[in-house]
């Protein structure tokens, strides 16, 4: 089983480097990161599922940062001998920030960056996926978040309303798609957005997907009045209210299952901005 110490020593020994740890940096759920010497951060998990995933989202930072998403630039990308993938990214100064309109804009004005960066069809994306989950019963998401019989239950029988009339359209698929962007996965310093971390999710499919996590994670941790609204805006302006209203739903299934055997305050956070979607949504 891989330790970061072993970790550290078999990239040096695979890059000719001599990176020691520094510290482990906050946040992170599905890898852990740490900042290394020489300005580097290493990610990586001791799962080996997440090895295509890792190599995948390699390709899509490239696209990213070509047209100014502010992503840290990915130094190497590979695999132990146990299997665990890893990377080592640049170092971004900066720290999660308490959103105000300004910050926000400028988030949006990011999220724009990602329009239409990936025109070839892919196989699965973040919009195939919000759909398969509403409707198809991927991965089983709904299913068991509708057997909580609790709040979320509930919002999400509404979100299920919400989405009803939408089960044969198709979803725009052609945008760039972090994945699980957040509060906490924004960096910012001297009242300016720095960096955008914890990628390793991304693929195609609707920005809309983004912007309206944006909006939830707004909502639940503490932006300043009105940021989720004009991060739900953005949501329907980019890809209308169809795809909009069946990623929210998505989105949701998906955190309030994560939170389900977490701390009660966690899931009152995400049912909070969840319920809040609605209610912007008119729903």
Known sequence: MDTTASVVAELNVALGTSYRVVRQLTGGLQSTAYELTDGVVLKWTGNPAWAP????????????????????????????????????QEFVPGSAPTLDAALA????????????????????????????????????????????????TELLRRYGALCAPYRAEELAHHDFVHG???????????????????????GGGARAYDLVSL????????AADGVDELFLEAALRANGHATTAVCAAAAFAS????????????????NHGGRRILDLLGA
């Open 180 to 202: 699980d962007l957040n509060m906490g996965n924004l960096l910012a310093a001297d009242g300016r957005i720095t960096g955008i971390i914890d990628i390793e999710a991304a």
């Open 53 to 88: 995933r890792v190599q995948k989202a390699a390709e899509l930072v490239r696209r990213a940062r070509a047209v100014g998403y502010p992503t840290p630039a990915w130094l190497a990308v590979g695999t132990t001998a146990a299997g665990s993938p890893y990377q080592l």
């Open 215 to 222: 909006a939830a994670s707004a909502a639940r941790d503490g």
């Open 105 to 152: 804009q400028q988030v949006i004005e990011i999220c724009e960056l990602q329009r239409d960066l990936l025109p070839e069809n892919h196989e699965v994306t973040w919009s195939g996926w919000s759909h398969g989950v509403v409707f198809d019963g991927w991965d089983g998401v709904w299913e068991r978040v509708a057997e909580y019989d609790d709040e979320a």
């Open 255 to 270: 955190v309030a299952e994560f939170v389900h055997n977490r701390p009660t305050y966690a899931q009152e956070m995400v």
